[in-house]
């Protein structure tokens, strides 16, 4: 298991690598955050139930809805109209969703390359999409009526990017390789 593994033996490689002399300022993953927006689908009922199942199963966790915050006429969007899912995960059930994105839902991606190493923000978070729900082995490519995407961020306990880069390359986060 990822954590375990992050807790025994990583965790003190990444405290070697970045020169830390205190092994409570290893950076760490705090939670994760995965957004759908189904601003498009939110007339079409059968839409936005098939991505609160899937999204459920991927997670383990019911997603909560976000609403709009305010009415804007020309994409016909009324205020407090659901317009897209967040589900967040922290502990154990973080750990074992990052253990099967990285060993299994990448492995599976079409032509995939690596995650590129230039999504990170400024406070040390990673972000990325998943174009094609179907990557993930909960899903049954027989009963899908549409592909759904969404987007995914890694909140670490670092505000440097080189730090939040160190941890998820230890972890085992695939990286594009510089030619």
Same mark, same amino acid.
């Given at each position: 298991?990822?954590?375990? %593994?992050?807790?025994?033996?990583? !965790? ?11 092994? +409570?300022? *290893? ?5 994760? *955050?995965? +957004? ?11 839409? *936005?139930?098939?991505?609160? &199942?899937?999204?459920? $199963?991927?997670?383990?966790?019911? /997603?909560? /809805?976000? !609403? !709009? ?11 407090? &109209?659901?317009?897209?899912?967040? $589900?967040?995960? @922290?502990? #154990? ?5 990052? %253990? ?6 990448? /492995? =599976?991606? =079409? &032509?995939?390359?690596? $995650? ?15 174009? #094609?729900?179907? $990557?993930?082995? %909960?899903?049954?490519?027989? @009963? ?17 990017? +080189?730090? !939040? @880069?160190?941890?998820? &390359?230890?972890?085992?986060? /695939? ?5």
């Amino acid at each position: 298991m990822l954590k375990l %593994e992050y807790k025994e033996k990583l !965790a003190l490689k990444i405290k070697e690598k970045l020169d830390l002399k205190n092994v +409570n300022a *290893v950076p760490t993953i705090k939670k994760i *955050v995965i +957004n759908a927006g189904i601003g498009n689908l939110k007339d079409n009922k059968n839409a *936005v139930k098939s991505y609160i &199942e899937d999204l459920t $199963v991927i997670t383990g966790q019911k /997603p909560s /809805p976000r !609403a !709009a915050k305010t009415a804007i006429s020309n994409f016909k969007l009324r205020q407090g &109209e659901v317009i897209g899912l967040m $589900v967040t995960l @922290r502990g #154990d059930s973080m750990w074992a969703f990052l %253990e099967k994105l990285i060993n299994v839902v990448f /492995p =599976r991606i =079409r &032509e995939f390359d690596g $995650v590129s190493d230039k999504a990170f923000d400024d406070n040390g978070n990673y972000n990325f999409g998943i174009k #094609d729900h179907t $990557v993930f082995p %909960e899903i049954d490519t027989n @009963r899908v009526d549409m592909i759904k995407n969404f987007q995914i961020t890694i909140v670490t306990s670092t505000k440097d990017n +080189n730090e !939040a @880069r160190t941890l998820l &390359e230890e972890i085992g986060m /695939p990286f594009k390789k510089k030619q």
